[in-house]
């Protein structure tokens, strides 16, 4: 028998001032993507933002659903969006924005384990690690691969 450790490493910034630019510009992505977020049940408006390997950003948001489970998270708003409209282009990058009333919380909003389970296999289909990035007012973070926000990754491809 061993017991084993698993680390995971992450960026926090205290401000997008000191992201790269081109993360900037997905965080900024994701906080305007809030504003097109349908969420009249919740309240709870979750902005998305996929930066694919040419450079193009692929913005979405969560759409509810009065029959609850017909609605649909951000994050997966936004990849199938990029899916459906740049077949083949891998997803290099998604950011993630979520706070009530359209504001982001003070801790970032974290994806729920169904969107990080489609970030995985969009990440194993692109070839390229896909980095997730997490935006919250008081402190943002970046990982660099899927796995680092899901690890042992169900991947079947
Ligand atoms: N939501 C997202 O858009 N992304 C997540 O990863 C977690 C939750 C949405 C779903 C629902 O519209 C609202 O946030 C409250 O759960």
Redesign the pocket.
């Known amino acids: 028998m061993e017991n084993k450790t698993l680390s995971i490493n992450y960026t926090v910034y205290s401000s997008v001032d000191e992201m790269l630019p081109q993360d900037r510009e997905l965080v900024l992505a994701a906080i305007e993507a809030q504003k097109s977020s349908y969420?009249p049940?919740?309240k709870?408006n979750?902005g998305?933002a996929v930066r694919l390997d040419d450079g193009t950003i692929v913005m979405g948001s969560?759409q509810?659903n009065a029959a609850s489970p017909s609605?649909l998270?951000?994050?997966r708003t936004a990849m199938f969006a990029a899916g459906a409209h740049y077949p083949g282009i891998p997803m290099v990058s998604i950011a993630?924005a979520?706070g009530p009333d359209c504001t982001l919380c003070d801790a970032p909003?974290?994806?729920?384990g169904a969107?990080r389970q489609v970030m995985a296999e969009y990440q194993t289909m692109g070839g390229k690690p896909m980095s997730v990035i997490m935006a919250g007012s008081g402190a943002i973070w970046k990982f660099d691969k899927v796995e680092d926000v899901l690890p042992f990754i169900f991947d079947s491809l």
Do not use: D, H, K, Q
């Not at 909003?109 to 729920?112: D, H, K, Y």
């Open positions: 969420a049940y919740s709870f979750v998305a969560n509810e609605g998270c951000a994050e993630i979520g909003a974290t994806p729920c969107c």
